[in-house]
């Protein structure tokens, strides 16, 4: 299978043009594909991102602060591929499969990070989880968003539904997570046409 038209370059924490800020979010996901998070320290993460302590305070608070910065800025990232890969000029179900493409191309491109923050997580605490719901939500948003301009060309597709957005979104990361448990992180774009598929199911009728 071809990748989209326009590959979308790996998702990097830009959470400010600060040089330091950048390194800090790197060095801590570097810290904690090495370590795990309940064990990752501060000093970990300046060793890994090669600053201070001081350095590392004047940015965040605490290391969840941290790691909320690095995994909003992952998720960011992310969403902006999927946006520009869905060329509204293409056929619907090639619109589709870019989409996907790119979304499983910005995980795929830096396997330590996806995996970081698919397993991490939960050790992140609550707020981490809110966060988590949210970005969840966005991408289910930018689905919905797809597809109502799919169905404007094509009125015959099925409506989305928050509810089914949501439940395909979280269908997706499934197939994601249990790639990366498995060792595959850097193969995820294997499940492009398992993706694609899922979401075709929903919006297609079944012909009688």
């Known amino acids: 299978m071809q990748p989209p038209p326009t590959t979308p370059s790996p998702p990097r924490p830009e959470g400010s043009a600060n040089p330091n800020r950048v390194r800090l979010l790197e060095g801590l996901s570097v810290a904690i594909a090495e370590k795990g ?3 990752t320290t501060i000093a970990d993460i300046v060793r890994h991102a090669r600053v201070s302590k001081r350095t590392f305070y004047e940015h965040f608070e605490d290391k969840e602060a ?3 910065a690095a995994y909003e800025a992952a998720s960011e990232e992310t969403l902006r591929a999927i946006a520009s890969a869905a060329d509204p000029g293409l056929p619907w179900q090639e619109r589709l499969q870019a ?7 910005t995980l795929e491109a830096r396997p330590e990070v996806t995996r970081t923050y698919l397993l991490e997580i939960l050790a992140a605490g609550p707020r981490a989880l809110k966060l988590r719901s949210e970005i969840h939500q966005r991408f289910a948003d930018q689905l919905r968003e797809l597809v109502e301009a799919s169905r404007g060309e094509h009125p015959e597709l099925r409506a989305l539904s928050p509810a ?3 439940a395909l979104v979280g269908g997706i990361n499934e197939l994601v997570l249990v790639a990366v448990e498995k060792g595959r992180a850097g193969q995820l774009r294997e499940l492009a046409d398992t993706a694609a598929e899922l979401v075709r199911a929903v919006l297609v009728a079944p012909t009688k």
């Open 37 to 39: 998070y309940a064990a």
């Open 99 to 105: 989409a996907t493409l790119a979304y499983l191309h």
């Open 164 to 166: 089914m957005a949501t």
């Open 66 to 68: 941290c790691f909320l």
